[in-house]
C-alpha cells in the first residue's frame, strides 16, 4: 500500500509538473503582449514602446521560455501567479476570496449528485426491466441529455424571478448554494447512478450473490455487504472523472447565478483576457482535478484487494 | 441484425441533418430583425414563434443547427483523425517513439477536458474556430488510447503474423489487416463522447465564448433570451429540445454501433 501511495505520487508530480508548463504556455498563445497589458491594467493608457521594452526587461519576459517557465513556477509553487491584468491586484488575492464560495457550491452538488445516483440506481435493481427500473433509466438518460444551463436558467427566471423564492443576486452563503446546485448537480448524477446501477447488478448476479441469499441474508445486507463494496472501485473511478466537469459546469452555473466564486471569475477573466488570473484558476483546477483521481485510486485500492495486489 | 437504438438514433440524426442542410433554405433569413413581430407565439407565420428581436426562431434553429452540430462534426473528425494516426505512428515508430506517443496520451487523458478547453478558449479569446480548436486540445486522447491499444495488441495476432511472414512490409500489413478494426473502433469511441461534446460546445457559447452573435448558435440563443423566457417559454423549448434530442440521438448511434462492433462488453471508454 506504501508503494502504491509513492507511485501514485509520483505520477501526480510528473503530470503536474508537464500541466504546469502546458498552463503557462498559454502566455505564449494570447494574441497580446504582457508588458502591454501590465503598463495598461496600471493605469497608464498609451504606454510607448520605451516603457513596454523597459517594463519586459524588468519582469524578465525577454529571457528563455525555459528560464521564464522556471520562475513562473516557483513563484506559483510558493502561492504567487502574479498580478492580474484587469485590476492590478495580486492574483492569489482575488482567489483567496472567490474560493470558499465555490467550495460551498460544489460540496452541495456533491452530496446533491450522491443522493440523485443512489435514490435512481438502488430501488430498481432488485428487478431488472421492471417498472420502476425503467423508469429509473429513462430518467438517467434524460438527465444526461439535458444541458445544466438550460436546467439553470428555468431554476433562475421561474422559481427566483418567478415565484420569488430564493434570491437574484447570490451572496455565497450555504443557503444560497441550494437552487444553483441542482443544475450542477443532475448531469454529474445521472452518470453515477449508471455506473452505480451497473456496478450493482454485477455484483448482484454474481454467484456469491446468490450463495448469500441461499444463506438467508436480506436485501438490506445484500446491498451494504455485497453490493456496494464491489461498485466501490468504478464508481471512485467515474465520481473523481466527474471533479473536471463539477469545475467546468461551476463556471457556466456561477456565471448564470451571478455566484461569487471562481468559476464566474475565470469567465470574467476571459472575458477581459486577464490571462494570469486564468492561468491560476486553471492550475487550481487541473491540481484539484489530479488530487481528487489519486484520493479515488487509493480508496479503491482500500476497498478492492485485487487493485492493491496488481502493480506493474 | 441492426440494434434499434441505432435505428432510432440513425432516422433522428439524418432528421436533424436534414434541417441543418435543407430548412435553412425554405426559412426567412435567421438574423433578420423586425420589432413588429417580438415575441410573437408560434403560429402560422412563424412555426416556432419569434425571439425578443422578432426573429424567426425556426430559421435559427436550423441555423443553429449548422453552428453547433457542424462545430461538433469538425471536433469529432480531428479525435478520429488525430487519435488513428498517433495510435499506428506510436505503434510504427518504434520503441522510443512508442513511448512517447503514450505519455502524450497519459497527459491528455490525465487532464480534465473542459477545463482545457476553457484555458484555451481564454487564451485564445472567444471565436467559433478557437473554440472548436479548444476542444479538439484533448478530445484526440481517448481515441488515440483505443488505437495504440488495438494496434499493439494486433502485431501478435496470427492473421498479421501470417502477413509479415509472408513478406508484406510492416506499413502495408498496418493498412491493410490492422487499420479497418482499429478504424471502426475509433470512431465508435469518438461518437460515444459527442453527446458530451455537444454539451460542453453549447455550455460555453452559452458563455459568450463561441460564435459571436448575431451568429445563431444553440447554446447563444438560449443566453441571449433568457430574461424573456417567462413572457415567451418557446424561447426556452426550442433550443433545449434541440440539444436534447441531438445527444439523444449521438448516444443512440454510438451506444447501436458499440454493440455492432464488439457484442456484449459494457467496458468502453468514455469521455
Known amino acids: 500500500m506504501t508503494r502504491l501511495v509513492l507511485r501514485g505520487l509520483a505520477t501526480t508530480v510528473a503530470i503536474l509538473l508537464a500541466a504546469g508548463a502546458l498552463v503557462w504556455a498559454l502566455m505564449l498563445l494570447a494574441p497580446v503582449d504582457p508588458a502591454r497589458q501590465i503598463l495598461l491594467s496600471q493605469g497608464d493608457p498609451a504606454p510607448t514602446p520605451a516603457e513596454v521594452d523597459a517594463t519586459r526587461h524588468a519582469l524578465g519576459l525577454d529571457d528563455g521560455y525555459l528560464v521564464q517557465y522556471g520562475r513562473w513556477l516557483t513563484a506559483a509553487a510558493h502561492g504567487d501567479f502574479g498580478i492580474s491584468w484587469r485590476t492590478g491586484d495580486p492574483v492569489a488575492a482575488e482567489l483567496a476570496e472567490r474560493l470558499p464560495p465555490t467550495i460551498r457550491l460544489t460540496l452541495v452538488a456533491l452530496l446533491f449528485a450522491v443522493v440523485l445516483a443512489v435514490a435512481l440506481a438502488v430501488p430498481g435493481v432488485g428487478n431488472p426491466g421492471g417498472g420502476t427500473d425503467l423508469a429509473a433509466r429513462g430518467l438517467v438518460f434524460g438527465g444526461s441529455a439535458v444541458p445544466s444551463f438550460a436546467l439553470g436558467v428555468v431554476l433562475l427566471e421561474f422559481v427566483v424571478v418567478g415565484a420569488g423564492i430564493g434570491r437574484v443576486v447570490a451572496d455565497g452563503s450555504w443557503s444560497g448554494a441550494l437552487l444553483p446546485a441542482i443544475p450542477l448537480a443532475v448531469g454529474i448524477g445521472a452518470e453515477w447512478a449508471r455506473v452505480l446501477r451497473g456496478g450493482l447488478r454485477d455484483a448482484l448476479d454474481a454467484p456469491h450473490a446468490d450463495t448469500a441469499r441461499a444463506r438467508g441474508s436480506g436485501r438490506l445486507r445484500l446491498l451494504l455487504l455485497h453490493g456496494f463494496p464491489h461498485t466501490a472501485a468504478p464508481f471512485l473511478t467515474v465520481a473523481a472523472m466527474s471533479t473536471g466537469g463539477l469545475l467546468a459546469g461551476a463556471a457556466v452555473i456561477e456565471t448564470l447565478f451571478t455566484w461569487p466564486g471562481v468559476g464566474r471569475l475565470l469567465i470574467t477573466s476571459i472575458d477581459a483576457g486577464d490571462l494570469p488570473v486564468v492561468q491560476a484558476i486553471v492550475l487550481l483546477g487541473v491540481i484539484a482535478y489530479l488530487a481528487a483521481d489519486l484520493a479515488a485510486r487509493l480508496l479503491a485500492a482500500a476497498v478492492d484487494p485485487r487493485l492493491r495486489s496488481r502493480t506493474r | ?271
Open chain 2, 1 to 271: 441484425m441492426i440494434p434499434r437504438s441505432l435505428h432510432i438514433g440513425a432516422w433522428l440524426l439524418v432528421a436533424l441533418a436534414v434541417l441543418a442542410v435543407a430548412a435553412p433554405l425554405a426559412l426567412p433569413d435567421p438574423d433578420r430583425v423586425d420589432y413588429t413581430a417580438e415575441l410573437t407565439a408560434p403560429g402560422a407565420a412563424h412555426p416556432l414563434g419569434t425571439d425578443q428581436l422578432g426573429r424567426d426562431l425556426a430559421a435559427r434553429l436550423a441555423a443553429g443547427a449548422r453552428t453547433t452540430l457542424g462545430s461538433v462534426g469538425a471536433v469529432w473528425l480531428v479525435s478520429v483523425a488525430v487519435g488513428l494516426f498517433a495510435g499506428t505512428l506510436g505503434a510504427l515508430a518504434g520503441r522510443l517513439g512508442e513511448q512517447v506517443v503514450a505519455r502524450v496520451v497519459d497527459l491528455a487523458l490525465a487532464l480534465p477536458q473542459t477545463v482545457v478547453a476553457l484555458a484555451i478558449a481564454g487564451a485564445l479569446g472567444p471565436g467559433l474556430w478557437q473554440l472548436v480548436l479548444a476542444m479538439s486540445a484533448t478530445a484526440w486522447a481517448p481515441t488515440a488510447r483505443l488505437a495504440h491499444t488495438y494496434v499493439h495488441a494486433a502485431r501478435e495476432r496470427p492473421d498479421v503474423i501470417a502477413a509479415r511472414m509472408a513478406g508484406i512490409g510492416p506499413v502495408r500489413a498496418m493498412c491493410a489487416h490492422v487499420l479497418p478494426g482499429a478504424a471502426a473502433r475509433v470512431v465508435v469511441v469518438a461518437t460515444l463522447g459527442v453527446g458530451q461534446l455537444i454539451l460542453s460546445l453549447a455550455a460555453l457559447s452559452f458563455l459568450g465564448l463561441g460564435a459571436a452573435p448575431p451568429t445563431a448558435e444553440w447554446g447563444r440563443m438560449l443566453a441571449d433570451s433568457r430574461h424573456d423566457v417567462i413572457a415567451a417559454p418557446w424561447l426556452i423549448i426550442v433550443p433545449t429540445t434541440a440539444i436534447f434530442l441531438a445527444v439523444t440521438a449521438v448516444s443512440l448511434v454510438a451506444d447501436g454501433a458499440r454493440e455492432r462492433v464488439d457484442p456484449g462488453r459494457r467496458a468502453w471508454p468514455r469521455f
